[in-house]
Each structure stands twice: as C-alpha cells, then as structure tokens.
T-cell receptor, first 115, second 111 residues
Framework: EAGVAQSPRYKIIEKRQSVAFWCNPI?????LYWYQQILGQGPKLLIQ????????DSQLPKDRFSAERLKGVDSTLKIQPAKLEDSAVYLC?????????????FGAGSRLTVL | GIQVEQSPPDLILQEGANSTLRCNFS?????LQWFHQNPWGQLINLFY???GTKQNGRLSATTVATERYSLLYISSSQTTDSGVYFC?????????????FGKGTKLSVIP
C-alpha cells in the first residue's frame, strides 16, 4: 500500500509569515495525526482527527496553528504567524482504526525553518 | 500524562556488535511501538508490541507490560542501523489512541 504522503518536504520562511503543510494518509485510514518534532526531541502530538472530526487538539497552539480535514481524507496544517520556535519537522501519521491494534504509520515529514 | 524514559540516550557500537535499548513507562499501555528514525528523518515502524516478544531478522523486542518496560535488541549491528530509536506508548487508561514518545536513543554504528 502507498504510504503517508506529505508536502512540502522543506520550507524556509521569515518569522511572522505563514506556511501550510499538506498530508494524504494511507487509503482507508480513518485516524490522522499531526506531530511536531523539534531537533533532538521525540515527536509531540499537536492534533488528532477521526474522519473529519477533531478527537484531541489540546496541545495545538491555537493562537497561531490551525488544522483541518474537511472530507475525512487529506489534511492541512497551517501556521500564521510563524515564530522562531516553530522551526521543527511536522510529521503526519495515520492509522486504520481508533481501537484495538492501533498501529501508526508516519510520513516523511515537512521540515520548517523560521528565520 | 504518561512518562516514557529511554536509555541509554547515546550509544556507539562497532559494526557486528550487539546492543539492548530500554524503554520504561510509568503506567499501563495498550499500544507500544518501536520506531527507527533514519538520518533523513523518516520514522520507520519496527514493532507493534504491547506485550510479549517479536523478532524480525536481526531485531527483536520484548515488552513486559506488568513491569512497565520494553527492550529492543539489535544483533550483528550494521552501519545502516545508525539513527535514533524511539519507543512510543499509548496509555490505555486515557483511551486516547495517541502515541507519547520517549526522547530516543541515538545509535551510531562505526565500521
């Protein structure tokens, strides 16, 4: 099966600019996650979707981050305005079901540098 | 929230050596995955192992859920094994079906 697709792979922006990342999960996977990985740390969950509904966005900085999954498939994560501390890799993951053996598969990530 | 501690933080091995990576977690889990993050940043799922033992080639993993730890064994290491190994758990009590990651073990295999 095709993996989780993400774009762009790399993005460099100035602080206070905006940026958007796109994710296409594995076909048939109902659950989609966005994680943020700062250099030298483990990934941290930002938001979790089940189909097109938000399950958990408690760790999403909502003053500048937003995410949507309008048709329950693709998702977009937006940052506006960006801060220096947003420099990180943004990882998208998907899983087939929200129960039982919930195995997450990750995309290659989108690396953001904020100058 | 659940705490995930991995050890050692850094490990340097000579090619061909064996190693054991450890993951301790602070509460019961219903999902535990081991990942390898390669130098290009891709997280590759190695094992889904909330309990028991699994083997895949030179890699094997054991989770003792009652004692809240998991071990990843790498035998006959190769330079391509270099990277960061992450343990990630889903806290069963929360029912969230999310993974909380440890800080990782950075493995360097030298020829």
């Amino acid at each position: 099966e095709a993996g989780v697709a993400q774009s762009p792979r790399y993005k460099i922006i100035e602080k206070r600019q905006s940026v958007a990342f796109w994710c296409n999960p594995i076909s048939g996977h109902a659950t989609l996650y966005w994680y943020q990985q700062i250099l030298g740390q483990g990934p941290k969950l930002l938001i979790q979707f089940q189909n097109n509904g938000v399950v958990d966005d408690s760790q999403l900085p909502k003053d500048r981050f937003s995410a949507e999954r309008l048709k329950g498939v693709d998702s977009t994560l937006k940052i506006q305005p960006a801060k220096l501390e947003d420099s990180a890799v943004y990882l998208c993951a998907s899983s087939r079901q929200l129960s039982g053996a919930n195995v997450l598969t990750f995309g290659a990530g989108s690396r953001l540098t904020v100058l | 929230g659940i705490q995930v501690e991995q050890s050692p933080p850094d490990l340097i091995l000579q090619e061909g050596a064996n190693s054991t990576l450890r993951c301790n977690f602070s509460d019961s889990v219903n999902n535990l995955q081991w990942f390898h993050q390669n130098p290009w940043g891709q997280l590759i799922n190695l094992f889904y192992i909330p309990s028991g033992t699994k083997q895949n080639g030179r890699l094997s993993a054991t989770t003792v859920a009652t004692e809240r730890y998991s071990l990843l064994y790498i035998s006959s290491s190769q330079t391509t094994d270099s990277g960061v190994y992450f343990c990630a758990v889903d806290h069963s009590g929360a029912g969230s079906y999310q993974l909380t990651f440890g800080k990782g073990t950075k493995l360097s295999v030298i020829p």
